[in-house]
Structure formats: C-alpha cells, structure tokens
C-alpha cells in the first residue's frame, strides 16, 4: 500500500524538519491518544429542539477512541445534526456535549476553535470551495493555520492527494471533479492538518460501487495508519457493517441500540431488526396511519 | 380586518429582526476588520472582484451621463446665453449628486449582487459551514475582505465616474458644441471648490461603498440557503441598496449642501 | 500563480486610475490649483456693506486676481464687515494707500475685490489695514434711487411747466 507509506512519512517529514505550528497540532492528537479508555466525545441527555420539531430528547452517545462508529437512522433524524452539535456549530437545548474533555457549548470561542482544529467534519457535499483548485483546497487548512514555507506546503498538500489517489487531479477545479472524486478532495483537505477525529457526513450517498468501495477503504486505512477516531453517519447498512466497529442507532431523536454490527445484527429490538435487513414492513409500519381499508374504500360508495 | 393588522404587526416585527440582525451582523464583520492587517493579500483579490472588473461598467456609464449632460445643459444654457457655465454644470451635477450616486446604483448591481450571490452560494453549499468546522472565521476569511473591498472601491469608482464624465461633458460641449475650452475649465474652476464639492461628494460615495457593501455581505450571509434563497437574496440586495443610498443622498446633501 | 499576478497588476491599475480621477477632479476640476500658493500675508478692510462676497471670492488688482478673501467677520462696535484678505507673498508692493472696492463681475456676476493702488511711498504691510474703501453696489439700492430720482425729476418739469 504505497498511500499508508506516503502518509507515515508525511508525519515523519514533519517532525523532522521541526515546523513549529503543525507540530504542535500533532503533538496534541499525540498527547490525547494515551489515555485510551476514556471516550473521545461523551453525549450525555442531550436534547435539541428545531423551532418546535423536537429532534433529539435524551440521546446518551460514547464514541470510542480509535475505532470506527457508525451512527445509523432513517431520514430525516438527524444525523447531520449531531455533528453539528459535536463540532460546536449547533446549540443544544439541554445536556452536554464533551469532546476529548471539554465541553463544546461551555468553552470559549478561541478553545473550541482550537478544538476544531483536531476535528474534521466531512460534508456530504464535500462543501470545497468552488473558487479554488483541488490543491489550493487541501492547502487551505495548512495556510490558515500554519506559517509553513511554500515548498513544504507543496510537498505535504500533494502527500494528502497521493493518499487519496488524486495527486494528478491537483490543478483542477471542483466543478471538473466528480462526486466521488469531491468526497476524495474533501477528505485530503480533512486529513490536512492531521486531525485526532473524522467525522464523515453521509460519505457513500449517491456514489457508484467502485466510488463507495474506494471510500470505504480510504475511511478504514486513514483510522489504522493516523490513529484517529472516525463517525460515520449514513444509513447504508450493508457497507457501515463491513467497515465500522460500533454503531448507534437513533429514531425518533432516542437511541434505540448500539454495540458492534454483530449485536446489531442480532439484536432483541424489533426495530433495530428490521432496519438492519431492511424489511418493508415490521415495527416501522409500511403504511402511513389511516383508518380501517375497507371501512374507507365503502365509505366512498 | 383582523388579518390585516396581523400581516402588519409580523410584517414590522420581521423588519425590525431583520434590522438588528443587520446591525449586530455590521458590529462582528467591524470586530473581524483588525485581522486583516496580516492578511492584505484577501482585499486585493476581492478588490479585483469588486473593483475592477465593475471598472467599465462604471467608466461607460460615467462618459454616456457626461456627454449627456453636455448636450442638454448646453441647450438649457445657450438660451441665456451663458453656456460658458457649462463646465461648471456638468463638473456640479457630477461631483456633488450624479457621480456619488449613480455610482452607487452601478455599484449595486454589479458588485453587490455578486457579492450577495456568491457569499449565499458558499452558504447554500456548505462552504462557509466546512469553513467554520476548518476553525476558520467566515466572517474573518470571507465576509470582512468583501466588506473592505467595497469601501475602498466605492469612492474610487464614484470618483472615475465623475473624472470620465466631465470629459464626456468636454467632448460634447467642446468638441461638438464649440465651447470655448478655456471658459469651460475656468467656469469650472471658478465654481468647483475642492472641500465644499469634491470633498463633499468623496464622503458621500464612501458613506454609499459603507452601506452598499454591508447590505450586499449581510443578504448573502443572512440568505436561506437554497437556490431561491440566493435569488431572492440579491433581488434584495438591489433593491434595499437603492433605497438605501437613495435616501441617505438626500439626508447627506441636506448636511452638506443646505446652508449655503 | 499565474492568475494572482493578474489580479495584482488588475487592482493595482484599479487603484491608480481611481487616485489619477480623484487628483484631475481636485487638481483639473475644482479651484485647488488657485489655492497650492497659499503662502502670502493678510491685509484687511473694513466696509459698510459687503453685498454677496463671500470667503475665497478675488481679490485683484488692475482686473489681475493677486489673492482671496480668507474671512469675513461683522465688528458689531461699528456695524462694518472687516475682511480679511490672502494676498499672494510676491505681490508685497502695494502702496499704504491702496484703496479697496468691491465689484461685480458683470451684471449678475459673482463678487469680488478690487484694489486700487495710491500713490504712497511706503508699502501696505502685513497685517495693514486699508482705510479707503468703496462699499458693494447694491442693485435694489441703485434701482430705487434711480425710480426716486426719475420721480422726484418728473415732478420738478411739471411744477416749471405749469408756473408760467
């Protein structure tokens, strides 16, 4: 695997030319990654209401550390909305969110950038910025943040794109890339400034097989080789069980079962079943409430 | 009846929303300002946006209303027998009132609905949100640039506005009309005072940059991100800016002008 | 990096040709050239009526501007406008005797002031003050009196026609 190869001696490169900046971001993934039992964010009761649409009421979540988590449910409950709140973008109305030890809503705003910084949120739209070439979005992130010299600059944005198999895609526009390739961009500029967390935001929508396989390894090599922590959220069932280690699964803003895609599988919930294996019909009714059929069909003669 | 005072009261409470949000929007793009002292290179690329590529339209405009105002001030003149004035008429027109504002007008619909639909794009698409995640200010990285381009661009544009349409003025009241050139610049100079005039119409095109820029950064920043959103969001930005500039122009020349 | 050059060299054209409108509407366009020689010395006068001068309007000699009005004030001791004039340093000939008018320029022309040089030795010097002056015409004044006199003549001619 030529990209893990790439990668480590990005991180190598860096230590051994000493760049100040970048360096002390590293040092600070390294520096969380020793206490390992302690989950990387910590939901506790958390409840979020959207004007009065009310779309989390008590969610209790642990992402572990270093492991892949899944967090599964139909449309239309939030899932984008949890990163939100994970990332410090969205306000709850009640419990706490904690992000390797402190909490998002209680810090200040220069704390929580800093939090940012060790934390990526992939969108499902990759949300590159369509002014810019490939290169220049994945250098973004290393020129807002870090005061490194051009030539380095160049070697670790292209370090990125080889990892994601795109270096030859680097003078492009985002409006010349396809959506798999997007998701690839976005990903490089994600893992730009080495960050302890990914969080990946419906990553396999709407791709074609080869795209979905890609990104799927791309999700599991980045999370072995740099030791970070990955979220997922996605409701395609069949591909989060191969890659992911926990999953969650939320509906109707409550969390209605986790543990590994095994336990899922065979979990006692109903629900939990059928959204696993997808069935029509179950505790999820495949009918919308509606008074009795036939009662309905003479009421009309 | 009911109904009506009903749409009346939401309607006013939404204006008022609107106007603090507006306000305290200006308040944080002001906060941002400080931080682009490191980073000049983010003005001059918006300056480009901003600033030049509104270049011809503005220098166009500015030679068509100056040779415009040649010919009709000039028949208005020539029956008095006094358009010797004309250079005074047009430099007048032009650097107290037509330049500032018509400038501004220009300004509004090239500039700032630009600036309204490509911030309200990179909302709709989640650029700014992405931004926000990267640690990265949109306000600071995006917002505030925009902001200063269109101030120093403003009083620039309003100024080649005037500057071309005078010499518009010159080539039809000169070149065509056959205006004395000498009495023509004389008049003007005579007449022209550099802080009663041209310092006045320097403010009052910086004032319009100030107010044009804000309403163009806040309804794109402030648009419902979807495509009709951002629609609608410069139909806004045109429209509130015209008011806008038209209204204070006149609040302006009443301070400026009234007490002579 | 080809296109931040264009930018650059684009802002910067910009940038220069917004400066280059700005200098030719102070330098081209407004009376700032009549005031880049502001050094010269102050000479003022009094007058019973200053009709529509105002601060910045001529001063001349001979139909040649030598400096501007700087200020009016009104004495209220003894009712008279003192104006203070700008006049340009090389112009430090005038003799102590100059007297002062102020003229209009046309028939509906703007307001101005014009010196007219005695015959004294010695030389106005800065700060002087000049003792002759002639007050602004006043039309509505200069018509009236014309009406008064032309009435007051019509009269006379009838009282001698009808004596005889």
Redesign the interface.
């Known amino acids: 695997m030529p990209a893990i190869i790439n990668l480590l001696f990005s991180i190598h490169f860096v230590h051994g030319h000493g760049c100040g900046d970048l360096q002390a971001v590293r040092q600070g993934a390294l520096k969380v990654s020793k206490n390992n039992d302690e989950p990387i964010v910590k939901i506790r009761s958390l409840r979020f209401a959207h004007g009065t649409r009310v779309i989390f009421d008590g969610v209790d979540i642990d992402i572990p550390r270093g492991k892949i988590t899944a967090i599964m449910g139909p449309s239309g409950t939030g899932k984008t909305t949890l990163l939100?709140l994970i990332?410090g973008?969205l306000q709850p109305n009640a419990g706490s969110v904690v992000v390797d030890g402190e909490d998002v809503n209680k810090v200040s705003r220069d704390a929580l950038?800093?939090l940012?910084?060790r934390?990526?949120?992939l969108?499902?739209?990759g949300?590159?910025?369509?002014d810019l070439t490939v290169f220049e979005n994945v250098a973004?992130?290393l020129r807002?943040?870090t005061r490194l010299p051009e030539s380095i600059l160049r070697d670790l944005v292209l370090m990125k794109l080889q990892a994601v198999g795109l270096r030859g895609a680097r003078d492009l526009l985002p409006a010349e890339l396809s959506g798999g390739m997007a998701r690839r961009v976005a990903l490089a500029?994600a893992i730009a400034?080495d960050p302890m967390m990914i969080m990946y935001d419906e990553p396999f929508t709407g791709q074609d097989p080869i795209t979905v396989g890609v990104i799927m390894q791309l999700i599991r090599m980045l999370n072995d080789t740099l030791g970070l922590t990955s979220i997922i959220v996605s409701h395609d069932v069949h591909e989060l069980t191969m890659i992911c280690d926990h999953m969650y699964m939320i509906s109707g803003g409550k969390v209605m079962g986790h543990g590994t895609p095994d336990d899922m599988a065979h979990s006692e919930s109903g629900w939990v079943r059928q959204f696993m294996s997808g069935l029509p019909d179950g505790p999820v009714p495949f009918h919308y409430p509606a008074p009795d059929y036939a009662d309905d069909l003479l009421a009309g003669a | 009846m009911m109904g009506w005072l009903q749409r009346l009261g939401s309607t006013s409470l939404s204006v008022f929303e609107r106007l603090g949000r507006g306000n305290l929007f200006l308040l944080r793009i002001l906060a941002a300002l400080p931080s682009l002292v490191l980073r000049p290179g983010l003005v001059i690329a918006q300056l480009y946006s901003v600033g030049v590529l509104s270049m011809t339209l503005i220098v166009i405009s500015g030679l068509n209303v100056g040779m415009v105002l040649g010919l009709q001030g000039y028949n208005t003149l020539v029956d008095f027998g006094s358009e010797e004035s004309l250079g005074q008429l047009v430099a007048l027109s032009l650097v107290r009132e037509l330049g500032p504002v018509v400038a501004a007008l220009l300004f509004a619909g090239r500039a700032g609905s630009a600036l309204t639909a490509e911030i309200g794009l990179m909302k709709a698409t989640e650029q700014l949100s992405g931004m926000e995640m990267m640690a990265v200010d949109p306000l600071k990285r995006v917002v505030a640039p925009r902001f200063i381009a269109g101030i120093i661009s403003m009083p620039l544009l309003a100024a080649m506005f005037s500057a071309v349409g005078v010499l518009g003025g010159f080539f039809v009241g000169v070149g065509l009309l056959g205006v004395d050139s000498g009495a023509f610049w004389s008049q003007m100079q005579s007449k022209v005072d550099l802080y009663d005039d041209i310092l006045n119409g320097v403010i009052k095109s910086i004032v319009f940059g100030c107010v044009a820029a804000w309403i163009a950064v806040f309804e794109g920043y402030d648009a419902v991100p979807n495509t009709e959103g951002v629609s609608r969001a410069t139909t806004r930005t045109v429209v509130h800016t015209a008011f806008a500039v038209l209204g204070l122009d006149f609040i302006l020349t009443a301070l400026m002008f009234g007490d002579e | 990096m080809m296109q931040k050059r264009t930018i650059e060299i684009g802002v910067g054209v910009f940038v220069a040709a917004g400066i280059a409108a700005l200098v030719m509407l102070a330098m081209k366009v407004s009376n700032l050239a009549a005031f880049t020689n502001q050094q010269g010395y102050e000479v003022t006068a009094r007058f019973d009526n200053i009709g529509g001068l105002k601060e910045r309007s001529a001063v001349t000699v001979a139909g040649v501007r030598i400096g501007r009005v700087k200020s009016i004030v009104f004495d209220d001791k003894d009712y008279e406008a003192v104006v203070t004039m700008n006049i340009e340093s090389q112009h430090d000939r005038l003799p102590a005797d100059t007297s002062a008018s102020i003229l209009t320029a046309g028939l509906l022309g703007e307001q101005y002031v014009a010196l007219e040089p005695g015959g004294d030795e010695a030389f106005l010097k800065p700060g002087g003050d000049i003792k002759l002056t002639q007050s602004a015409i006043i039309l509505e004044k200069m018509v009236g009196q014309f009406l008064f006199d032309k009435a007051a003549g019509g009269d006379g001619k009838k009282e001698e026609g009808a004596a005889p």
């Open positions: 939100k990332g973008q950038f800093r940012r910084k934390m990526s949120l969108f499902q739209t949300a590159l910025f369509t973004f992130p807002e943040h500029r400034l």
